[in-house]
Structures are given as structure tokens and as C-alpha cells.
């Protein structure tokens, strides 16, 4: 009885992405609420549905953004 949903965060502006690291400005990156905004709704589901993966992705990094 136990769901399980798979989040894939890219790019998301954190203490773990060091100066040298970041190929992507902070100022373009996921915060890490919207990541969190993400799991609340994931786990609010109802348990007959599963989410199997979540790509998130900055708007402003999307090569042909609709």
C-alpha cells in the first residue's frame, strides 16, 4: 500500500552546489521550495495513483520553453 514517486530536481539552488560547481547561475536555478512544493503534492495523491518521475527544470533553462 505504498506509494512511491520518484523526483528528479536539476539545478536547484542549495549549500551542496559549490562556486565552482554550478554550471548554471543561481539566479536561474530551482529554489529549494519549489522542490519541496513538488513532494507536499505528491504525498497529498490519492494512494491509487503513482507519479512514477518528476524532471523538474528551471523555465528560464528550457531550450524551446512553450
Known sequence: G???HII???C???EWYGADEA???R???LAADDVAYLALFLATL???I???ESLLV???LLVDPW
Open 58 to 60: 528551471p523555465r528560464g
Open 46 to 48: 490519492p494512494n491509487v
Open 8 to 10: 528528479e530536481p536539476g
Open 12 to 14: 536547484v539552488d542549495t
Open 50 to 52: 503513482v507519479l512514477e
Open 23 to 25: 554550471d548554471v547561475p
Open 2 to 4: 505504498v506509494g512511491v
Open 27 to 29: 539566479d536561474r536555478m
